[in-house]
């Protein structure tokens, strides 16, 4: 069912008819901000007054014109110079998908993504915004890592995510690790062939605590992304066992899952971090988190006929 569903998610027939459906939203609504920035802003202050902190994602990925690249660009200088008049840019970040902007447009799309991406880098590091670049299927993890090489060059705070499900994310952690080098630890939302990936749930989550240890005893600034509450505890103790501070790693969980948990944890003095979507491109994002959870898909099913 998770392999159908990440299929779904690259449908243009079933996006049509999911996104045009009044019935959706109720339900999209538990996973993404709203539609527009305002949606958004209210959503973060929501989480800042309750001891949280955010990551923003303009929703979008898949871009396939230089002028989609460049929008998506825009709604991001948009997003700070928001962020900045609101007074929220402490401890602020967002999260970019490459896709977004123009990484998988042909010929030079790595080069129109990286060049965006920069722009986009500038512009947080002046409105005092940190930046961490999502991570897609494996196909992409080469030409993101190598982007996130250009862009620490100027900025060594971008942050990226690495997925244990790959098998390669092991060897990639090592490499990573470095001191101040914020790397999101999850366990992978894409469909991956077996070559590539765990196929089993179980290596997977073995491979996430393999992961954090090496990041965890590492240099860096882990942020550990996930709503697995077991591998939150082992998480815990593997930071009080090397003697990590309080503000050298970071918890990090997707708006509308265990908000319950994000705010025992941010109560107990862990900095939590919700990644908080918003935009009217919420399709691709949407799947991936019924995908996640087969209970949501009967949820969404029950919304859809109930009406
Ligand atoms: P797992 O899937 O085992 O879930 C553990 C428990 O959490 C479940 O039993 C359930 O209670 C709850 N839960 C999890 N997902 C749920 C859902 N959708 N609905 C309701 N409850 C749910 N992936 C990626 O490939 N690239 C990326 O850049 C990112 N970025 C990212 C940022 C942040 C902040 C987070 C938290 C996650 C991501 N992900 C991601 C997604 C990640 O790869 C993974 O798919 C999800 O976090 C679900 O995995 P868990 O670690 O939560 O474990």
Redesign the pocket.
């Given at each position: 069912m998770r392999t159908a569903l990440l299929g779904a998610a690259r449908s243009d027939a079933l996006r049509r008819a999911v996104t045009s459906s009044p019935a959706t939203r109720p339900v999209v609504s538990r996973f993404v901000a709203g539609d527009d920035l305002d949606a958004a802003v209210r959503t973060v202050r929501e989480l800042t007054a309750a001891g949280l902190t955010f990551t923003l994602d303009h929703l979008g990925e898949d871009t396939t014109s230089r002028e989609q690249a460049e929008a998506t660009r825009d709604a991001y200088l948009h997003l700070f110079r928001r962020l900045a008049d609101e007074g929220l840019t402490a401890g602020a970040e967002a999260s970019v998908k490459l896709s977004a902007l123009g990484q998988a447009l042909p010929r030079d799309g790595v080069r129109v993504s990286t060049g965006l991406a920069a722009e986009l880098v500038a512009a947080a590091t002046e409105n005092g915004v940190l930046v961490t670049l999502?991570?897609e299927d494996h196909t992409t993890v080469d030409a993101t890592l190598e982007t996130l090489r250009t862009l620490r060059a100027e900025v060594p705070t971008v942050g990226a995510?690495l997925?244990s499900m790959l098998h390669r994310t092991e060897a990639d952690c090592r490499d990573l690790a470095t001191a101040g080098s914020r790397i999101?630890l999850?366990?992978?939302?894409?469909a991956e062939p077996e070559s590539v990936a765990f196929p089993d749930k179980a290596d997977v989550d073995r491979a996430y605590v393999r992961c954090l240890r090496i990041l965890v005893e590492g240099q860096g600034y882990p942020m550990v992304?996930?709503?697995?509450l077991r591998l939150v505890r082992i998480a815990r103790e593997l930071v009080t066992r090397t003697g990590r501070d309080a503000d050298s790693y970071e918890f990090?969980?997707?708006y509308g899952?265990?908000p319950a948990e994000q705010r025992r944890l941010a109560e107990e003095g862990a900095t939590v971090r919700v990644?908080v979507p918003y935009g009217t491109d919420w399709y691709g994002y949407f799947v991936r988190?019924l995908a996640?959870?087969p209970a949501?898909v009967g949820f969404f099913l029950r919304s859809l006929t109930t009406r």
């Open positions: 999502d991570m995510v997925q999101r999850v366990k992978g939302a894409y992304a996930t709503h697995d990090q969980m997707l899952i265990q990644y988190r996640e959870r949501n």
